[in-house]
């Protein structure tokens, strides 16, 4: 058996993870910060992925960095072309899975107890320090989750995957589109082992996630 696909769907997800929990955190806690109004339209250009449609997100992606646009040539002239490449899978995954991150740490940050940065402020302590030694330790259980909930969704991700770098063995090969392929195949053994592998992920994923939502409430009552 091939665990190219494993291996491939793997680190797309872990890559694009990475990305997330940087750029989610940073939107996040700024969105937090803003006017109701100026927050409500960036939720809504944030999370738009979260609501469309993957085949969608895939052909926007489409519209960017394909071979004959200005920032797909740019990409192709720096030796890093995204359509046809498993790297193209990163930029797939980030954007269908950032709104998970972004609006469980924007939630984090809004209900953290903003007296403690006060405190810190009192105290003489940097923003910096504030940011990473108070605020994010008090909304750890919510960012974590939703780091969990955003790989868990890079690494089941199909439609913007198998649009922008399809399917060839051992090159851009991923969990979800070895499934199709080997069920388009009449391969319906080799699909249901693939699709065992996903399921069993997929539940330890969301135990994961029931532990943390245990944990955090049990810290709450204390």
Not at 147 to 153: K, N, W
Request: some cysteine; glycine content about 10%; charged content about 15%.
């Amino acid at each position: 058996m091939d665990w190219f696909p494993l291996w491939n769907s793997l680190r797309i997800a872990a890559v694009s993870s990475v990305l997330v929990f940087f750029t989610g955190i940073a939107a996040a806690y700024y969105a937090a910060r803003l006017p109701r109004l100026v927050k409500g339209v960036l939720d809504v250009a944030l999370t738009l992925p979260l609501v469309l449609p993957p085949t969608v997100v895939g052909y926007f992606l489409l519209l960017l960095f394909g071979s004959r646009k200005p920032l797909g040539e740019m990409l192709e002239q720096l030796g890093f072309p995204l359509v046809m490449h498993w790297y193209g899978g990163i930029a797939a995954a980030f954007i269908v899975s950032f709104p998970l991150l972004y609006r469980t740490a924007r939630g984090a940050f809004e209900s953290f107890d903003r007296t403690l940065a006060q405190a810190g402020q009192t105290l003489g302590l940097s923003n910096t320090y504030i940011f990473w030694r108070i605020r994010m330790p008090a909304c750890r259980q919510g960012i974590f989750a939703g780091v969990v909930l955003a790989f868990a969704r890079a690494l089941g991700e199909y439609g913007a995957t198998s649009m922008l770098i399809g399917y060839t063995p051992g090159r851009t090969a991923t969990i979800s589109t070895t499934v199709y392929q080997l069920w388009r195949i009449g391969e319906d053994g080799q699909a249901m082992l693939w699709v065992l592998v996903n399921l069993a992920i997929s539940a330890a994923v969301l135990l994961t996630v029931n532990l943390l939502e245990r944990r955090q409430k049990q810290e709450g009552r204390t």
